[in-house]
């Protein structure tokens, strides 16, 4: 069956015209037009939409009170804002309900590649609860030392902007969140935003603040099972991210390239973040074949029928992260499986040597460990096979020397 | 003569002489309390004149007497103080002396006309005028005057208060109040263009849209015609249908199909290139006006001067040519973006005004001239170097050019606010620095540095 996307705005205009420019994708997608909130709900009624599509200011109920609605009876489907709204309150709305901001004028490229993208990452996980998992996510919960680092920092009057990025770099909860508002269209007027930290300096005091005023930014992890694993799972990141961003800087890389594999190492567990949060259950089962035996990956697919990673590049995906990142995040098991995973490059690479670095770090035999997790075809492909060794001796220098 | 006549004299000369005796005592002590009365008057008087000057001496404004020659009689500490001259220095010396040349005459004609009017009291009247100390330096003063009369000479007292203070806070405060308006006005032009730039953007999106459509289907209809146009052929090859196949081509004649076949891709090809132009223009406006940022946030600056480029192209195209050689490495720098784009876009209009004043003098009107644009890194700092062939500034102008309302620019055309507002906004609230080489007839270059966080310059250092 065709995916159903649903456009809704309040000029006949917009919706008769983005009608005939993706006249293209008639043969993909099955669409259809509504003028206004009352009447999107009326049809999504008859027949829900898996993508909805709609303009932030209207009569009667807004872009934002229509995505409220939508969130609730139809979790799976992904909501996205087309908007010329030029005003900062109303976007504030838009935060938790919708998953990306998209401005007026948009090409029907970048909406068909972001429709498209995000469909294809769905794809990847099974079965409509699953994916409403997802789609359901507005944040993820921070560990107990982000919040600890964190809440001190945001009481203070005039909130210490450069603190607070290092914090929010260093927990993936808050660094997706972040790059998700600043790459969206309203507040990421200029370039893709490669860094958490540049993010918040690009959010600013007055937008920060209003964030916190707004929403709960800190959403801590519920007492029960899985909060041991899920601290353990935040400081587990944080090393690899910044082995990753090491790396990449050793391999030459530029600025750029240095931040998206320090996001990619820091997010490489988004996925598993996700599960632990919205399906503690669930994840309590993984938790318990791992003793048998089982490595937490493959406990992972058995219980939930596809890697974490999907997960985790799915959230990337409809969030709007740098597509470098979601690519990586993707493939940061066996990198040379797919072929286009080449588009993502040095980060790739970086974060995935540092994800195998650090869980060999503590075994009997740590080079071995990580031999035997990393993908040797595609370090081959880099010449960087050999390298793999030095990478360990360097970075346990630099940990002991700090 | 006898005794007894003798006695009689002796008691007389006796009660006279104890007469005299009471008489001396009496005078003595009104003597001495004469002269102990004179002496604390003395020593009241001279307490009082002591106080006198004292009070002179502190009075916050320096004091003149000064005789019917115009020379000085008599002077405070202040007075001193003020004009940096020793009280000797100072005595005898022509009032007049005092005051810088230029408005030695506005100082005697203030004299004459209060020497004509002593009945009123002139002390209230104040006017202001020019001082000029030992050093040379001159300060903005206050003056006063009173004519008085002393043992039938007259005299004049003169009050000069140095207002260099009191002159330099009001041209803060003035500053100030210019500096916010002009913070209120970028503000809600900003909140305008970003509403205007809504209110463009929608109709952009299906205009945009819409045109997308025409090319698309433009070229889907073409190779229905092209299915058709053998068909066509196919029949008259065969000599079928004459009558209706000369009525599709008298048809595709009258609507000149070749040239619709080849104009119409190009004319929808042209309009998606002038959406596309009205699209970054409006976005540029709107990252140009940046609403609501009153804080200091990471900048590009390279795209900064782009955006900046694309809104003031009005201002430069008829003028110049401008080529930017931009640091592509050069890291982002914290800087409050409205104001580092007001800034540039106040060195590129007067990069183009400077451009216009030599073409004009030259008589080379449309002449383009040239704005060199080059950002790069030196010394832990982000540069911005804005070149233009212009008419250049003077050695003389030079030293003012940031004051606040120089210019020399016609009317209409500048305030005079621009440079002095790009010069507070660097050093003071970006911690940098803005400095200008120009040579007349030949060009000007403005540089801007602008510090880097501190990460970067950490990045730049190793």
Redesign the interface.
Same mark, same amino acid.
């Given at each position: 069956m065709k995916p159903r996307i649903l456009f809704v705005d309040d000029?006949n205009?917009?919706l008769?015209?983005?009608r005939?420019?993706l006249?293209?994708m008639r043969g993909d997608w099955a669409m259809d037009f509504a003028e206004g909130g009352e009447m999107a709900l009326a049809k999504l009624d008859s027949a829900p939409a898996d993508v909805v599509v709609t303009d932030m200011k209207m009569p009667g109920m807004s872009g934002a009170e229509l995505l409220d609605e939508v969130a609730v009876r139809y979790p799976r489907s992904l909501r996205l804002i087309?908007s010329?709204? &030029?005003d900062?309150e109303a976007t504030f709305r838009t935060i938790a309900t919708s998953h990306q901001f998209l +401005? !007026?004028? =948009?090409? *029907?490229e970048r909406l068909i590649a972001i429709i498209k993208a995000s469909l294809e990452r769905r794809g990847a996980v099974p079965g409509a609860e699953r994916q409403a998992w997802v789609t359901g996510t507005s944040r993820l919960a921070v560990s107990r030392a982000g919040r600890d680092r964190l809440t001190p920092l945001l009481r203070q009057e005039s909130l210490p902007i450069?603190e607070i990025g290092e914090a929010f770099a260093a927990e993936p909860a808050l660094a997706a969140k972040v790059m998700q508002l600043a790459n969206s269209a309203y507040f990421g007027?200029?370039?893709p935003v490669s860094s958490p930290k540049?993010a918040v =300096?690009?959010l600013? +005091?007055?937008v920060l603040r209003a964030l916190l005023r707004e929403e709960n930014l800190l959403p801590a992890f519920p007492e029960g099972f899985c909060q041991g694993y899920h601290e353990r799972t935040v400081a587990f990141s944080r090393d690899v991210a910044d082995l990753a961003a090491w790396i990449a800087g050793q391999q030459g890389g530029?600025?750029q390239e240095i931040a998206l594999a320090r996001l990619a190492g820091l997010l490489h567990a988004l996925g598993r973040l996700l599960l632990c949060d919205q399906a503690p259950e669930d994840y309590a089962k993984v938790l318990a074949m791992v003793p048998a035996g089982a490595t937490v990956d493959d406990a992972e697919r058995e219980v939930f029928g596809c890697a974490q990673a999907d997960f985790g590049a799915y959230l990337a995906q409809i969030w709007g992260l740098p597509q470098t990142v979601v690519d990586a995040l993707r493939h940061l098991d066996r990198p040379s499986a797919l072929e286009e995973a080449e588009r993502a490059g040095l980060p790739l690479l970086a974060a995935h040597s540092a994800l195998g670095i650090v869980s060999g770090l503590n075994a009997a035999d740590p080079l071995g460990a990580a031999a035997a997790q990393l993908d040797g075809d595609f370090l081959a492909r880099h010449g960087c096979k050999n390298k793999v060794g030095d990478w360990m001796d360097g970075w346990q220098q630099r940990e002991t020397a700090a | 003569m006898d005794a007894d006549v003798l006695q009689k004299r002796l008691a007389r000369e006796k009660i006279a002489r104890r007469q005299a005796e009471t008489l001396l005592e009496t005078k003595s002590r009104d003597l001495f309390l004469a002269s102990e009365q004179i002496s604390q008057s003395a020593q009241m008087i001279k307490a009082q004149s002591q106080q006198l000057q004292a009070v002179l001496d502190h009075a916050m404004a320096a004091i003149f007497l000064v005789d019917q020659e115009d020379k000085i009689v008599r002077s405070n500490r202040v007075a001193e103080l003020t004009f940096e001259m020793s009280k000797d220095d100072m005595l005898g010396i022509n009032f007049f002396d005092l005051f810088s040349p230029e408005s030695q005459d506005a100082a005697r004609h203030f004299d004459a006309v209060s020497e004509l009017h002593q009945e009123m009291n002139t002390s209230d009247k104040a006017i202001e005028s020019i001082g000029r100390r030992k050093s040379g330096g001159t300060f903005p003063m206050e003056l006063s005057i009173t004519q008085l009369d002393m043992d039938g000479s007259s005299f004049t007292v003169w009050i000069c208060r140095d207002v260099s203070m009191r002159k330099e806070a009001e041209e803060r405060r003035v500053k100030l109040e210019q500096e916010l308006s002009q913070a209120q006005k970028l503000e809600s032009l900003g909140t305008l263009a %970003?509403?205007i &730039?809504?209110?463009?953007?929608?109709?952009? /999106?299906?205009? %945009?849209?819409?045109s997308?459509?025409l090319k698309? *289907?433009f070229a889907d209809l073409l190779s229905v015609l092209a299915a058709q146009g053998a068909l066509v052929e196919a029949a008259e090859a065969a000599g079928l249908l004459g009558e209706e196949i000369a009525k599709v081509k008298a048809c595709q004649e009258e609507a000149d199909l070749d040239f619709l076949r080849e104009e119409v891709p190009s004319s929808i090809e042209q309009t998606l290139d002038g959406?596309a132009r009205i699209?970054k223009i409006v976005?540029a406006i709107? #990252?140009f006006a940046?609403?609501?940022?009153? #804080? !200091?946030?990471?900048v590009?600056v390279n !795209?900064a001067i782009e955006t900046t480029l694309t809104v003031a192209r009005n201002e430069w195209k008829y003028l110049a040519e401008v080529q930017t050689d931009f640091d592509e *490495?050069l890291? /982002?720098v914290?800087c409050l973006p409205g104001e580092i784009n007001q800034v540039i876009l106040n060195m590129v209009v007067n990069a183009a005004h400077a451009i216009e004043s030599k073409q004009s003098q030259e008589g080379q009107e449309g002449v383009l001239g040239k704005i060199t644009i080059r950002t790069g890194k030196a010394g832990g700092m982000a540069e911005i170097r804005i070149s233009d062939t212009g008419c250049g500034i003077s050695e003389g102008d030079r030293k003012q050019i940031f004051d606040p309302f120089f210019t020399t620019k016609g009317v209409g055309k500048g305030t005079g606010q621009g440079l002095s507002i790009a010069y507070g906004s660097i050093t003071q609230k970006h911690g940098g620095s803005i400095s200008v080489e120009s040579q007349v007839g030949v060009g000007t270059t403005f540089t801007i540095r602008l510090p880097l966080g #501190?990460e970067a310059a950490l990045?730049e250092a190793v």
């Open positions: 000029n205009n917009i008769m015209g983005l005939r420019m006249r293209g087309l010329g709204e &030029a900062p +401005q !007026k004028p =948009s090409n *029907s450069e007027v200029g370039d540049a =300096s690009l600013g +005091q007055d530029g600025a | %970003s509403g &730039a809504h209110e463009i953007n929608t109709p952009v /999106q299906y205009v %945009s849209d819409n997308h459509f698309d *289907s959406v699209s976005t709107k #990252e940046h609403p609501g940022a009153s #804080e !200091k946030a990471l590009d !795209k *490495s890291p /982002q914290p #501190e990045k």
